[in-house]
């Protein structure tokens, strides 16, 4: 919410710039003063404002990139927000504003983040139920070729009884469509084989 138009009377700018040429920081002479900080730099530019009575302060050691800590993105959104809050309640809606982009973008990379964590997660899943099913099929296909081979052992052998036709059956079925029949249907074609007996 913005604040309603201030007008403020000459002897109050005078009183302010005075308090600015003094030493006192923007931000103290607006509050101080109770006038806007865009309206006090907006004068302070026009009208030449300019602290040269003032020393240079001394230069600030600012620590290199890698002496920072480490702050995550949960962390950086929830110091932005209540940064945000704090510039809001002073009236400092530009500064709040740029307070707020900050906290969105963390909030946007923490969405991003959980979006590919969950792909990762899912083309992991999706692998391993590829890599199963795999296994499943050469173990089928295994068994299969161990049953051939042990029916034909027996035929070879000599052994003729009805039982071990009956096993070749199983390993060949008659209809050649037998893996494309419903289970219904592959039920019925057994019931009726055991009734009519081996060919």
């Known amino acids: 919410m913005s604040q ?9 700018w005078t009183a302010a710039r005075d308090a600015y040429l003094a030493g006192c920081t923007a931000e103290e002479v607006c509050a101080r003063f109770d006038v806007g900080e865009s309206a006090f730099h907006k004068r302070a530019r026009a009208e030449g404002w300019r602290r040269v009575d003032q020393e240079d302060p001394a230069p600030e050691d600012i620590p290199a990139d890698e002496d920072l800590p480490d702050i995550d993105d949960e962390a950086l959104a929830a110091f932005a ?5 704090v ?3 002073r009236g400092r809606l530009n500064r709040a504003l740029a307070w707020g982009r900050l906290r969105d973008m963390a909030l946007r990379q923490i969405a991003d983040r959980a979006r590919l ?9 999706r692998q ?3 890599k199963l099913s795999e296994i499943n099929a050469t173990a089928r296909a295994i068994v299969h070729s161990a ?6 052992g027996d035929l070879d052998a000599g052994a003729s009884s009805p039982r071990k036709v009956q096993k070749v059956q199983e390993v060949h ?3 050649p469509q037998g893996s494309n029949l419903s289970r219904a249907e592959r039920r019925r074609q057994a019931a009726r084989a055991r009734k009519t007996g081996p060919p």
């Not at 309603?4 to 109050?12: A, G, I, Q, V």
């Not at 964590?117 to 899943?125: C, F, L, N, T």
């Open 4 to 12: 309603p138009y201030r007008k403020r009377s000459p002897e109050t």
């Open 81 to 85: 927000f209540r940064r945000m809050s």
């Open 87 to 89: 510039e809001a309640r």
């Open 117 to 125: 964590e969950a792909r990762i997660a899912h083309a992991a899943s």
């Open 128 to 130: 391993s139920i590829d």
């Open 147 to 152: 049953r051939v081979v042990g029916a034909i």
């Open 173 to 175: 079925p008659v209809s």
